[in-house]
């Protein structure tokens, strides 16, 4: 499967818990983003990243939200402390080249439920 | 700031009929422009996209979308509604400058009557 993988498809935590969401892009694609969809809203950005640097993370949360993608291995987004007002579904998208008119394709996104 | 409206979040058509969902944006740059079409419980997938070659962008499923600056709008549309075409249609700008953050819009939910 060349495609965008996510994993897990599916995840429940508790309040106060973490959450980490993986993300591997597509064979030789070195830049990522982070959308979240809330229910009955599109995807808002939170953050992109290429190989072992932050580009842009203005759509992140300032607290209890962090991404890395480093050298070797998935990109992931880590949650702590959760509450349910995090409860959603985050997608990743991977990229070639980062460029504006680059496409960018999407993996299968982590529903995320906070209990 | 870029910003994309979509008219109507729910729209609903014949088989047979034509498609046509409304997509207008704002954008202080030369915007490029996208469609991707979401099915229930998936990802995104890439309808067509606009980066400022021909106004008239076709993409798969039969989909077309145009491009006018004048409107500044960018509809979706398709001559004759299938019944797998029902799903969740988001219109998405680049942010500006030479990032390809997307900003969306809240989403078209296409069902099609048989």
């Known amino acids: 499967n060349a495609g965008v993988m996510q994993n897990p498809r599916h995840l429940v935590r508790r309040r106060g818990q973490e959450a980490r969401l993986r993300c591997s892009p597509m064979?030789?694609?070195?830049?990522v983003y982070w959308y979240r969809q809330l229910p009955e809203e599109g995807l808002k950005f939170m953050v992109y990243?290429?190989?072992?640097?932050?580009?842009?993370e203005s759509g992140m949360p300032k607290e209890r939200f962090s991404a890395e993608f480093p050298k070797e291995g998935p990109s992931i987004l880590r949650i702590q402390q959760v509450v349910r007002g995090d409860s959603a579904a985050y997608f990743c998208?991977?990229?070639?080249?980062?460029?504006?008119?680059?496409?960018?394709?999407f993996g299968p996104g982590t529903r995320l439920t906070v209990l | 700031a870029q910003s994309v409206t979509q008219l109507g979040s729910h729209v609903s058509v014949s088989e047979g009929a034509l498609v046509l969902l409304r997509c207008n944006y704002s954008?202080?740059?030369?915007?490029?422009l996208f469609w991707y079409v979401q099915y229930p419980n998936q990802g995104l997938q890439l309808l067509l996209k606009?980066?400022?070659?021909?106004?008239l962008v076709k993409g798969i499923n039969g989909f077309e979308a145009e491009f006018k600056k004048s409107e500044t709008s960018f509809h979706l549309t398709k001559p004759s509604a299938h019944m797998s075409d029902a799903a969740e249609y988001f219109c998405?700008?680049?942010?500006?400058?030479?990032?390809?953050?997307?900003?969306f819009g809240k989403g078209t939910k296409l069902s099609v009557k048989p």
């Open positions: 998208a991977s990229s070639l080249l980062g460029a504006s008119t680059d496409t960018q394709y």
């Open positions: 998405a700008v680049t942010s500006g400058g030479s990032q390809g953050n997307l900003i």
């Open positions: 064979k030789g694609h070195s830049h």
């Open positions: 954008s202080s740059v030369p915007p490029y």
């Open positions: 990243l290429q190989k072992e640097n932050i580009i842009d």
């Open positions: 606009y980066t400022s070659a021909a106004t």
